[in-house]
């Protein structure tokens, strides 16, 4: 079973095009976030949501909208994609919210290319 | 801003050597945290090492942290070519309800 399942794993698609990816956890986990890693392998926060709610936005251009239906899923859409948005996302959760303890399990990423 | 910094950015040794990697950090921090990045693939928790705590052992992993220098190291004994992977420390920040910050990480090949 896997516990943070993201979809899809790659995607292509043009400059101005809108995409979506989804995330689901099933470990019952209260937090969801979602990071994203650039080619130098530099992992950044984007967002961080516990118990459906917004609680960390990392100054994240407001092209990105994450939605949380529900506590196990986390879906992140993408306006307008521009070149520079070409990177790794990766879906991740956490028991709790904060850091002091918690480990966070990653899911598998999603290579978005933008052409 | 980042917290963690890991050193060297990458690292090349031979099977069955011991491969240590370095993280420094810059604030004070409750707990700090490595993980492991295979190729294409999402970062795994390996070892959670606590403010006051020194070193820490799983397997043939060690942990040691010095929060006086703010830096932690991680030892891997006896590597295999399976240990090639990106390792990534990670720390909280005391006082902020923040998520884990990772540095950069290590590249760690493992040659047969």
């Known amino acids: 079973d896997t516990a943070v399942s993201q979809t899809p794993k790659y995607l292509v698609t043009q400059m101005g095009n809108d995409k979506s990816i989804k995330c689901e956890q099933n470990?019952?986990?209260?937090?969801m976030y979602w990071y994203k890693q650039d080619s130098k392998k530099f992992l950044k926060i984007m967002f961080s949501?516990?118990?459906?709610?917004?609680?960390i936005n990392e100054t994240v251009p407001n092209r990105f909208s994450p939605k949380s239906p529900d506590k196990a899923h986390l879906n992140l859409h993408i306006n307008s994609l521009e070149l520079g948005d070409s990177a790794v996302y990766f879906c991740?959760?956490?028991?709790?919210?904060?850091?002091?303890?918690?480990?966070?399990?990653f899911g598998e990423g999603s290579w978005l290319t933008v052409v | 801003s980042q917290q963690g910094e890991e050193d060297p950015q990458a690292l090349s040794i031979q099977e069955g050597e011991n491969a240590t990697m370095n993280c420094s950090y810059k604030t004070s921090i409750n707990n700090l945290q490595w993980y492991r990045q295979n190729s294409g693939r999402g970062l795994v928790h390996l070892i959670l090492?606590?403010?006051?705590?020194r070193e820490k052992h799983s397997g043939r992993l060690r942990v040691t942290l010095d929060t006086s220098k703010k830096s932690s190291s991680l030892l891997i004994t006896a590597s295999r070519a399976a240990d090639t992977a990106s390792y990534f420390c990670?720390?909280?920040?005391?006082?902020?309800?923040?998520?884990?910050?990772f540095g950069k990480g290590t590249r760690l090949s493992v040659i047969a």
């Open positions: 470990l019952g986990h209260d937090t």
């Open positions: 991740a959760s956490s028991r709790a919210a904060g850091s002091f303890g918690n480990t966070i399990y």
């Open positions: 949501y516990n118990n459906k709610e917004l609680i």
């Open positions: 090492i606590r403010s006051n705590e």
């Open positions: 990670a720390t909280d920040v005391i006082g902020r309800n923040t998520p884990l910050v």
